[in-house]
């Protein structure tokens, strides 16, 4: 066997590959037919390959070739610019985050102050007010009286 017939032979089998995953399908079983008799007859394959082989070698028909592939990736610029696109928006919500945050910053430090130095007035009162009562109710305290210490055969506190 040469290249061209397992070359033929791997198209068969993806062929079939391809009719059991998805089912009879007209073109997966017409392509499988044809890499079938292409594989096991020589002049079925050159009455194949040579046509195609004329088609892609003739100069207006290559020009034809590329502006097709040309045609199929023009279709994946859409998808570029989308991601592009999606990137520049969230670089611009990210900037305007940013913003919002300094313009809140701005905004919201003279309030912060205010309730600040509130706070710093009522802890001060508070402060006052708990120092004048812990003065008063307190009781003065008393000294404790001395424990004899443990002797080694006397019992003791026992820790847990």
């Avoid at 044809?34 to 207006?60: I, K, Q």
């Avoid at 919201?108 to 509130?118: D, G, I, W, Y």
Wanted: net charge positive.
């Amino acid at each position: 066997m040469d290249r061209e017939t397992w070359g033929w032979g791997l198209v068969a089998v993806a062929c079939s590959l391809v009719l059991a995953i998805k089912g009879l399908g007209l073109l997966p079983l017409g392509l499988f037919a044809l890499a079938v008799v292409c594989a096991a007859h020589r002049p079925s394959r050159n009455l194949v390959t040579g046509p195609l082989t004329r088609f892609v070698e003739g100069r207006p028909h290559r020009w034809l070739l590329i502006g097709l592939g040309a045609a199929l990736l023009w279709q994946l610029v859409g998808v570029e610019l989308a991601l592009l696109l999606a990137g520049d928006v969230l670089a611009y919500v990210e900037l305007m985050a940013a913003v919002g945050l300094i313009s809140a910053n701005a905004r919201l430090a003279p309030v912060k102050a205010a309730v600040l130095a509130r706070v710093q007035r009522v802890q001060a009162g508070v402060g006052a007010v708990a120092n004048r009562f812990a003065r008063s109710v307190r009781a003065p305290r008393r000294a404790r009286p001395r424990r004899p210490k443990c002797d080694a055969g006397a019992p003791g506190w026992a820790y847990a």
